[in-house]
């Protein structure tokens, strides 16, 4: 196998993790607009660097690596504190009604939006893309150990906010 | 003896090793408490995942697969070799991809069909699986078996037990296995067993033993999944124990 066919098939890798890509930088940014252009950006440098990337490394976690990486550097470049969008309008969705779809939808995305950006980088990665504790940690580029109480602080927030199905509370 | 909420909740995200799920399991069976708080974990999860499930469906901007496509300053040459790979395929980029996703996603709900439960069903009766992007995969007790258990090795936990292991067409490692009703087949992709194809065993004895005679009791569906995917022979034990090694990374082409 040579590098050319590498290259190819690892940007053709990459076109099927675009949609995941994208659903993780809109988490990180609750933007359409700046998820795409912080996407785009991760993929200009993912091509000057295809040679760093390991085949027996996984793909998602060094594509969420330079997405996150794009978008701390987007948050500098804007001067913006971490935790700025923490607890803003969390209160009106707090006990909405969980009957219907649309509504169930609505509170989980206004109740990620209400976690800090480390909180809400960590629940992205770990319980929507899945990815296991260990690629994770090496994407936000922090020990085990903070990754999970940073896990466990997003998740309790989560469930404080958001209804359990079917009343199941202890 | 309680287990902590953090331990319950690397139980419900695949992390823990094989003993410490046993446990786990134990002490949810003994105690509703604790299994009434995995089940809260393991909602959450869910409720994320499907509320986060859509967006994958959108279809992706063109300026994103266009910068994709453009190549990198310092790797000049390529461009002249993507542009020949493309005119040979006779196909853009972005519509393969569009066709591989589509797939993908038709994948899981396919297996599960296959199965004859529910989408959202077999979560509550096979912890083993899951499915974080749309993409159903081994998890907890299988997901560690299929990377630890040589064929036809008791299990020392669950009643888990592995056919046989092979090269895929694409280089993939696969593993066809059985656990409790089900059989099954895992190929390994990006660090992780995906499930290729599910059913439901017709009988639960000797499955593993007696693959590939006469009278399997491999369901068809799983034999049709192996004789689509393998290219050359089953591995023997060398070759197994070579692939445990490199933990089932591509295989050597």
Redesign the interface.
């Given at each position: 196998m040579n590098t050319t066919d590498t290259s190819e098939n690892v940007r053709e890798q990459i076109a099927a993790l675009l949609p995941r890509l994208r659903r993780f930088a809109r988490n990180l940014t609750r933007n359409s607009h700046d998820a795409d252009d912080v996407v785009q950006i991760a993929i200009e440098r993912a091509l000057t660097k295809l040679d760093q990337w390991r085949p027996d490394a996984r793909l998602d976690s060094w594509m969420f690596k330079i997405v996150w990486n794009a978008w701390i550097d987007e948050l500098r470049s804007r001067g913006r504190q971490s935790q700025l969008f923490a607890g803003a309008e969390a209160g009106e969705y707090v006990g909405e009604s969980l009957m219907d779809r649309e509504a169930d939808l609505l509170s989980v995305q206004a109740a990620m939006a209400t976690l800090g950006e480390d909180q809400r980088a960590a629940v992205s990665l770990v319980l929507i893309e899945g990815l296991p504790y260990k690629e994770a940690a090496e994407v936000l580029e922090i020990p085990i150990g903070t990754l999970t109480s940073r896990l466990a602080r997003g998740r309790d927030a989560l469930q404080a906010m958001l209804a359990p199905p079917e009343g199941a509370k202890i | 003896m309680s287990i902590p909420?953090?331990i319950l909740?690397?139980y419900v995200?695949?992390?823990l090793d094989p003993a410490a799920c046993a446990k786990v399991e134990e002490a949810a069976h003994n105690d509703p408490?604790t299994a009434?708080?995995i089940?809260?974990?393991r909602?959450?999860?869910s409720?994320?995942?499907?509320?986060?499930a859509?967006?994958?469906?959108?279809s992706?901007?063109d300026?994103?697969?266009a910068?994709?496509?453009?190549?990198?300053?310092?790797?000049a040459?390529?461009v002249a070799?993507?542009a020949t790979?493309r005119a040979t395929k006779g196909r853009k980029?972005?519509s393969?991809?569009a066709a591989?996703?589509r797939w993908?996603y038709s994948l899981a709900a396919g297996v599960l069909i296959a199965l004859g439960v529910e989408f959202f069903a077999w979560r509550h009766t096979r912890p083993w699986l899951?499915a974080?992007?749309g993409t159903l995969?081994a998890r907890g007790s299988l997901a560690n078996g299929l990377s630890d258990q040589l064929s036809g090795e008791p299990a020392a936990g669950p009643p888990l037990r592995i056919g046989l292991s092979f090269v895929a067409k694409n280089g993939n490692y696969c593993r066809t296995f059985s656990l409790a009703n089900d059989a099954g087949l895992a190929c390994r992709r990006?660090?992780r067993w995906e499930i290729l194809a599910l059913a439901k065993q017709r009988s639960t004895e000797s499955a593993a033993s007696q693959f590939r005679t006469a009278s399997s009791p491999f369901p068809a569906e799983i034999l049709g999944a192996v004789e689509g995917q393998m290219s050359g022979e089953p591995l023997d034990r060398a070759g197994e124990s070579a692939a445990r090694d490199k933990r089932w990374?591509?295989a050597p082409?």
């Open positions: - | 909420d953090e909740a690397a995200d695949g992390e408490r009434q708080r089940d809260q974990y909602a959450l999860r409720q994320l995942q499907a509320a986060y859509a967006e994958l469906e959108e992706v901007p300026r994103l697969f910068a994709l496509r453009s190549s990198p300053p310092r790797a040459p390529m070799d993507l790979a980029p972005s393969v991809t591989a996703l993908r899951e974080p992007d995969v990006a660090g990374n591509n082409r």
